[in-house]
């Protein structure tokens, strides 16, 4: 057993989704068996209306989407159209999805970014 495995398996979810990233050393297969429901590269949230992504780097590509890391860990909390939801930033508990809908209806009331609805082919 991996040591990962019992933390992942500590974290009380439903579903585990990990979006890969620079420390991610094993493959999505075992990550899998560990505890997670699923494992991407990169995952579009049509219900939420954004992105999730592990680097930042990727937020510059439309800086009127939402997108959703991790990566920074806890430098920010939100930062011109990115929120990062390592648990990191938010004192080691995952961010609900009513949080993250109310920090999106406040971007877009402000103009950081727009309302978006998934086409579905949203590529990275």
């Given at each position: 057993m991996y040591q990962i495995e019992q933390w992942i398996r500590a974290i009380?979810?439903?579903?585990?989704?990990l979006i890969l990233g620079n420390h991610d050393v094993l493959n999505a297969i075992d990550y899998v068996k560990i505890g997670f429901?699923?494992?991407?590269?990169?995952?579009?949230?049509p219900r939420l209306g954004a992105i999730c992504v592990h680097d930042t780097a990727a937020a510059i590509m439309n800086r009127?989407?939402?997108?959703?890391?991790?990566?920074?860990?806890?430098?920010?909390?939100?930062?011109?159209?990115?929120?990062?939801?390592?648990?990191?930033?938010?004192?080691l508990f995952p961010i609900s999805e009513r949080k993250v809908l109310k920090i999106k209806q406040d971007l877009i009331n402000n103009?950081?970014?727009?309302?978006y609805k998934s086409t579905g082919d949203f590529i990275l």
């Open positions: 009380n979810c439903k579903r585990k989704i429901w699923s494992v991407h590269t990169h995952l579009e949230l009127k989407l939402l997108f959703i890391c991790g990566h920074v860990h806890d430098q920010y909390r939100v930062c011109k159209n990115v929120l990062n939801v390592c648990l990191d930033a938010w004192n103009g950081t970014i727009n309302d």
